[in-house]
C-alpha cells in the first residue's frame, strides 16, 4: 500500500517553521510497512489545495494531511477535501460538544463564531477525537482511497495519530511491521555505526537504522513479519546481540522510555531520592526529571545556583574554591554534588556547572566547557565535557550527560 | 515570480532526517520576494523524480532542487534535469580539476570511478563551485525558466546557496518582500483573529498572518515593496494599530525576540533581580531565563519546590496554609513568591504551583489547574489557569503565563 503526505501551511512555505510533522509521519508509515513515494507541501489556496489533493488520491492510496483544520478563515483543508471526494460538510453534534467543553474547561466565557467550523464534518466521515485542540481530525475513504486529516500542532497531531490513526492503518494494512527501539547514551553515532556495520550489511529482515540525537544514538530494529511469534523471533536475537556489544550504554529498549523515566524508575526501585544542583542548565535537568509522571516520589527539591554567592549560600561551595579553581571546575561540581545532598534528606544529587555561551569563554575554558558530577553513597564521581553548538544545544548536551552520568553511578553501585 | 522547492532523498519519505533544507530555502525565497506556492519531496527514482521537475517547471518560474547530485548511482538529479530540460550532459574539464584537488587536499590517493559523473554539466548550464563537498551545484536556464541543482547535505547547500545563488536570484527577481513579526501574549488566537478580521479582510499589501504558539499568538505583516522606505511607510501603521488594539499584550515586535528574552531585558532595564519557585513547572521557567545569554545579571539563583517539605523549608510556605488550603492553592502560590524574595537578596520572584498530570486531579481540583503569582513591591499578583493537554504541555503553558506574568507586572509597576 502506498502513502503520501500534504503539509499544509503558509508558515511551511515562508520558512518560517520546519516539516517535523513531516517526518514523524513518514517515519510512522515506514514502521507501518506503508511505501512513499510522495510528499508535498501547500499553502492555504484552495485551487491548489485541491489540485494536490486530486494529485495524491490519484496516485496514493492513503493521503494523509496535516493542517489547516483550525477555525480561522484560511483553514481550509476540511472544506477542500470534502471537495474534492464529494463528501458534503454537516455539522456533527458529538464534535460541536467537545469544542463547547473544551472552552470550559479552559474557562472560556465566549466562544467566536469562527470555532463552529471545527464541528464540521464530511458525511460519513470519521471523526477523530483531539484531546489537546479544538478542531478534531477526520478519516475520510471513498473508492478505495483513504485521507486523513490532521492538525497541525505536533503536540495536537502527534497523539492523535499515536491512538486513532497508527491502530487504523494497521488494521487496513495486511503486512505486519514491527519494531523495536534500542537507545544508547554515551557513544557517537558514527562509533555505534562502525561497530555495527556487519550486522547492518547483513540483514534484510529485520532491518537496522541509526538515528542521531542530542547525547544519544537510536536504533530502530524493523521486521516484516505475518504474526508476534515472528516478529519476536526475528528481533530478539538483534537486541540481545547490540545489548552485548554496547552494555550499559544501552538505556532502554522501548520507543517510549526516555532517559528521564529510565532515571526516575532506577531511583524508585532502589528507593532513592534525588536532589540536582544546576548552573548553566538552569533548571532544565530538574525538568526533564519532573517531567515523569510520579517524579515526587523520588525527587523533592533542587536547586538552581547560577552565582557564585548561590553556590555557596544553598550548596555550600568553599570560597577559596570558588577562587582558586572557578565556578566551571572540578572541584567546584565535586562540591556542588556533595553540598547538594547535605543541604536535603535526599540520597544523591547531580550537579552541573559549565560555560554555556555565547560569551564567558576564555583559552583555558572554551565556550562548551562542562562538569558534571554525581554524589552516591559517600563519593563523587566528576565528569568533564567540551560540548560544541549553540547555547541552547551545549545547555540540552550537559543535560543529557547529566542524567545518564546518574544513571551509570546507580547501575553501579546498586545494580545486580 | 514564483519558485518552487524539489527535495530529492528516500531518508526524507523514510522520515529518517527532516527537511530542514526545505526550511531554509523557503526562508531565503521569502526574503528575495520570490512567491512559493509549493515544496515536494521525491526519492532516487527517474520517473517520479521527472514528472515532478516536468510540473515543478510547468507552473514556477524558478525551480530549487536539492540532494541527489553525489556520485552514487542512485544520484539522479542531474541527469534526470539534464533529460527533461534536454540539456545533454558533457565532462566539464574545470569540474573535473576542483574534484581532483578536492580529493588531493583530503588525502585519498585513489579516487573511485563513480566521482566523475559529478564532472558531468548539462550543455550551456553555469557551473556552482562546491567548496565543501565534491559535487558542484548547476544553474540551468531554458524558455524563461530556471533550474537551480544543489547537493543535499545541509553544510554543503547553505554556503553555496549563500555566496552563489542568492546574488544570482536577486538579479533577476525586481520585486522585494520586507516582513516585520508581532508577538501577542495572553490572548487566544481565534480572539486575535476576530479582532483583527477588518484589517486582515482588507489589506493585501501588507498581509497579516497569524500562527499559533503554545500560550502566544504570532503575526507576520508581509508587504511587498521597491525599498526600505516604502516598506516603513507600509508596515509601521499597521504594527501601530495592532499594538494599539492589543496593548501590553504585545510583547515584541521584532522576529529573534523570545519572551523569555524580554523578560530578561525589562530586569535588566530596571535594574531588578529575579528568583524563582517552581513546583509543578519543575525547574522549566528558570531555564527558559537562563536561556538568554547574560542572564547572570539578573537571575541567581532558582528554587524547585516540588515537596510540600521543599516548600516549607525554602520558601517558608506556613504548614497551615499547606493543610488548610493544599499545595495547589492561591494561598500557598502568594506564600511561594513572597517566600522566594524573602528567602534571597532578589526584588522579585515568580513562583508556579499546579496539577500537570496525568494523575493527582480531583473534581475540585482537576488536572491543568495552575496557580501563578508574582512578588515585586511589597504585592502579589496570583493567577488561576485551567490548562488542558499533556503534562508536557501544561507545564509549557504555565511557563510561558509566568515569563507573562513576570513581564507585565515589570511593566504595571515600572513602565511608563
Redesign the interface.
Known amino acids: 500500500m502506498v502513502a503520501e503526505l500534504i503539509s499544509v501551511g503558509?508558515?511551511?512555505?515562508?520558512?518560517?517553521?520546519?516539516?517535523?510533522n513531516?517526518?514523524?509521519?513518514?517515519?510512522?508509515?515506514?514502521m507501518l510497512g506503508l511505501s512513499?513515494?510522495?510528499?508535498?507541501?501547500?499553502?492555504d489556496?484552495e485551487e491548489?489545495m485541491a489540485e494536490?489533493v486530486r494529485t495524491a488520491l490519484g496516485r496514493s492510496d492513503v493521503v494523509i494531511l496535516s493542517g489547516g483544520l483550525?477555525?480561522?478563515?484560511?483553514d481550509l483543508t476540511r472544506e477542500v477535501c470534502a471537495g474534492v471526494m464529494d463528501m458534503p460538510l454537516e455539522e456533527d453534534a458529538h464534535c460541536r460538544e467537545r469544542i463547547e467543553a473544551?472552552f470550559k474547561?479552559?474557562?472560556?466565557k465566549k466562544i467566536?463564531?469562527?470555532?463552529w467550523k471545527q464541528a464540521m464534518v464530511p458525511r460519513g466521515a470519521r471523526v477523530l477525537d483531539n484531546?489537546?485542540?479544538t478542531a478534531p481530525g477526520l478519516i475520510m475513504e471513498k473508492n478505495g482511497k483513504t485521507a486523513v486529516l490532521l492538525p497541525g500542532?505536533p503536540?495536537e497531531l502527534i497523539?492523535m495519530f499515536k491512538e486513532q490513526v497508527f491502530p487504523y492503518l494497521q488494521q487496513i494494512q495486511p503486512e505486519k511491521i514491527v519494531s523495536r527501539m534500542v537507545k544508547i547514551c554515551g557513544v557517537g553515532e558514527s562509533k555505534v555505526e562502525s561497530e555495527l556495520l556487519d550486522l547492518i550489511d547483513a540483514q534484510t529482515n529485520p532491518t537496522i537504522?541509526t538515528?542521531a540525537k542530542v547525547g544519544e544514538v537510536h536504533l530502530r530494529i524493523t521486521a516484516r513479519v505475518k504474526d508476534d511469534d515472528e516478529a519476536v523471533r526475528l528481533i530478539k536475537p538483534v537486541v540481545k546481540e547490540i545489548r552485548r556489544r554496547f552494555g550499559n550504554a544501552v538505556y532502554a529498549v522501548r520507543e517510549e522510555e526516555t532517559l528521564e523515566a529510565v532515571v526516575v524508575h532506577l531511583l524508585a526501585k532502589y528507593g532513592l531520592t534525588l536532589t540536582?544542583a544546576?548552573s548553566?542548565?538552569?533548571?532544565?535537568?530538574?525538568?526533564r526529571?519532573?517531567?515523569v509522571?510520579?517524579?515526587?516520589e523520588v525527587?523533592?527539591?533542587?536547586?538552581?545556583?547560577?552565582?557564585n554567592?548561590?553556590k555557596r549560600?544553598?550548596l555550600d561551595v568553599n570560597k577559596a574554591t570558588l577562587k582558586k579553581y572557578g565556578a566551571v571546575s572540578k572541584e567546584t561540581a565535586r562540591e556542588m554534588a556533595t553540598g547538594g545532598v547535605f543541604a536535603?534528606d535526599a540520597d544523591t544529587c547531580v550537579a552541573v556547572t559549565g560555560i554555556?555561551?555565547?560569551?564567558g569563554g576564555t583559552e583555558e575554558k572554551p565556550v562548551g566547557l562542562v562538569y558534571i558530577s554525581c554524589y552516591m553513597k559517600d563519593h563523587v564521581v566528576v565528569e568533564k565535557h567540551q560540548f560544541s553548538g549553540t547555547?541552547?544545544k551545549i545547555?540540552q548536551q550537559a543535560v543529557v550527560k547529566g542524567l545518564d552520568l546518574l544513571r551509570r553511578c546507580i547501575l553501579d553501585n546498586y545494580g545486580k
Open positions: 503558509t508558515e511551511l512555505l515562508m520558512g518560517n517553521i520546519v516539516n517535523t513531516a517526518r514523524y509521519l513518514a517515519q510512522q508509515c515506514a512513499m513515494y510522495h510528499q508535498t507541501v501547500v499553502g489556496n491548489r494536490a483550525g477555525p480561522t478563515e484560511d473544551y474547561n479552559a474557562d472560556i467566536t463564531d469562527n470555532n484531546h489537546n485542540g500542532p503536540e497523539p537504522a538515528y540536582t544546576e548553566c542548565t538552569g533548571g532544565l535537568l530538574a525538568g526529571i519532573v517531567d509522571p510520579g517524579a515526587s525527587f523533592r527539591e533542587g536547586f538552581i545556583t547560577y552565582s554567592k548561590a549560600k544553598y536535603t554555556a555561551g555565547p560569551d547555547r541552547d545547555r
